[in-house]
């Protein structure tokens, strides 16, 4: 493996960040994650986009998109890869220890790994761990994700790929890496962005193309929906056949089944949506 680092390719073993990095001090940074197959990476506009969204959101100077692009350029040429995920991560660069950002330039880092295609469907738990629809980062992809890394831990305990998140006001909102939509009376709905959640990028190509509408919805609503399913960068759209122990047979549903036609036809047809 081949990362880029601060402006260069580096074998693994060498590429290297300052212990000091406010990235791992106090998990000052963003990220994205972008789908790589064979060797094409899908959506790379939408993702710098957000990546600029979200540096802006923390006071980070805004990334770069030439450099950033040269950057994804040259790792994926040298690390081919059929199906791979890559990560961009941008965070704020040497700094003291404590809160206080110091004056050195954000670090780059590109790194990417092969994975392989998601199952046509999967399992869900719910948590009562809530996500704050008004918090500071609120809707930013940042660095800062250990609440995500014990929910998810909790939802492997449970036999689950995923963990889906409340807001503070008991709505639906997200899962630890994924949008959730569900189908009522053959209608696509999911949750607004001011639930909380995370302005997904399959989210967003998910709602142009299939025509689902964004909807306030409680949580409950994943007890009576009559299908789920998840979006995200390497899930695309994945329909759920369980959510907690309530089980949703046939998954994926004739709604669902269709909106996962829908995206691979418009995908396929265009990589940079």
Known sequence: ?????????????????????????????????VRVADGRPFALTRHLERLTRSAKGLGLAEPDHEVVRRAVAAVVEAGPVELGRLRITYTGGLSPLGSDRG?????????????????DSTAVVT??????????????KTTSYAEN?????????QGASEAIFPNTVGQLCEGTGSNVFVVLDGRIHTPPVASGCLAGITRALTLEWTGAQETE????VLERADEIFLTSTL??????????????????????AKA??????????????
């Open 1 to 33: 493996m081949r990362i880029w680092v601060n402006g260069g390719l580096r074998d693994a073993d060498d590429a290297r960040l300052s212990v000091l990095d406010h990235g791992l001090t106090v998990g000052d940074g963003v990220f994205e994650t």
């Open 235 to 256: 899930r695309d759209i994945q329909a759920v056949h369980r959510v907690d122990g309530r089980e949703l047979p046939g998954a994926p549903g004739p709604v669902t």
């Open 260 to 273: 996962v036609r829908v995206f691979e036809e418009r995908a396929a047809g265009d990589l940079d949506p």
């Open 149 to 157: 890394v014990v929910a998810l831990a909790r939802a492997h305990e």
């Open 217 to 220: 919805l409680p949580l409950d």
């Open 127 to 140: 948590v009562s761990w809530t996500r704050n629809e008004r918090g500071a980062v609120t809707g930013l």
């Open 103 to 119: 004056d050195a330039a954000p670090s780059l880092v590109v790194a990417l790994g092969g994975t392989t295609r998601r199952p």
